[in-house]
């Protein structure tokens, strides 16, 4: 006589970045490994690898997850952690002027919301009267490719074009060292008007209020998995 199976149920979310509706399931036993390794591991691009796998196995839906954005893949993995071993998360949170750890407690599906900016910023970005640059929201990919300490990086990894007077150069027809030597010659207040389209692109934010002990009252804003696990 065979065992019973247990029915896996579904969950439906929407993608942040589009507003698509894809649905998921919670990882299984067999899965948890992954989501033990990646609250271990140190290392960005690492954690981000694990998440992505995680998220591929989980999907009910055929998607590129590593064409998404970084913080679709974030969002899909807290509701994927969730759904699969709780809302709540305990955190410890350092008082901004004593440095006292404060326990505080998260809930995944109320307290954590995706933050889109204000006011959107063009990713066609003119650098000059004659010259500029198209970017694009990073992705699981280009992340899991570039050192994300390194803006230089992130920046080459994230243009799609250059452009110019007469043509639009797109930066897949070039090598990596001409795009490279093109960025590196940019002076400061150009790549600063592209650090904004980066600095503005939407973010996982928890707000968090507490008094701590010594009198000090604490807003703070936890940004990203780092913050969160």
């Given at each position: ?9 579904t969950?439906k979310?929407?993608l942040p970045?589009t507003g ?5 399931r919670?990882?299984?036993v067999?899965?948890e490994?992954l989501l033990?390794?990646?609250k271990e591991?140190k290392?960005v691009k690492?954690m ?9 196995t ?8 590593s ?9 899909i993995?807290l509701?994927l952690r969730?759904?699969?071993v709780?809302?709540?998360?305990e955190i410890s949170?350092k008082?901004e002027s004593c440095?006292k750890?404060?326990?505080f407690?998260i809930n ?5 919301h ?10 066609k970005?003119p650098l000059?009267?004659t ?6 929201e990073?992705?699981v ?6 050192d994300?300490n390194?803006?230089i990086?992130v920046?080459i990894g994230?243009?799609d ?7 639009v ?6 090598s990596k ?5 093109f ?7 150009e790549?600063?008007?592209?650090q904004?389209?980066f600095?503005?692109t939407?973010?996982l ?5 507490f008094n701590c002990?010594?009198?000090q009252?604490?807003n ?5 998995l780092?913050?969160?696990f």
């Amino acid at each position: 006589m065979a065992l019973p199976k247990l029915e896996t149920p579904t969950y439906k979310l929407k993608l942040p970045s589009t507003g698509k509706t894809i649905s998921y399931r919670p990882f299984l036993v067999k899965e948890e490994k992954l989501l033990l390794m990646t609250k271990e591991s140190k290392d960005v691009k690492e954690m981000m690898n694990m998440i992505t796998r995680l998220i591929e196995t989980c999907l009910v839906d055929e998607i590129d997850v590593s064409s998404l954005t970084s913080y679709d893949v974030e969002y899909i993995f807290l509701m994927l952690r969730s759904k699969s071993v709780g809302e709540d998360v305990e955190i410890s949170i350092k008082c901004e002027s004593c440095q006292k750890p404060f326990p505080f407690t998260i809930n995944l599906e109320k307290d954590i919301h995706v933050e889109k900016p204000k006011k959107k910023i063009d990713n066609k970005i003119p650098l000059t009267d004659t010259v500029g640059v198209i970017v694009k929201e990073p992705t699981v990919s280009m992340l899991s490719k570039v050192d994300q300490n390194n803006p230089i990086d992130v920046l080459i990894g994230c243009m799609d074009a250059i452009y110019d007077e007469k043509t639009v150069h797109k930066v897949e027809d070039y090598s990596k060292s001409e795009v490279r030597e093109f960025v590196e010659a940019l002076n400061m207040k150009e790549i600063q008007k592209v650090q904004e389209f980066f600095e503005n692109t939407p973010k996982l934010i928890c707000d968090v209020e507490f008094n701590c002990s010594c009198g000090q009252k604490n807003n703070l804003k936890l940004q990203g998995l780092s913050d969160f696990f």
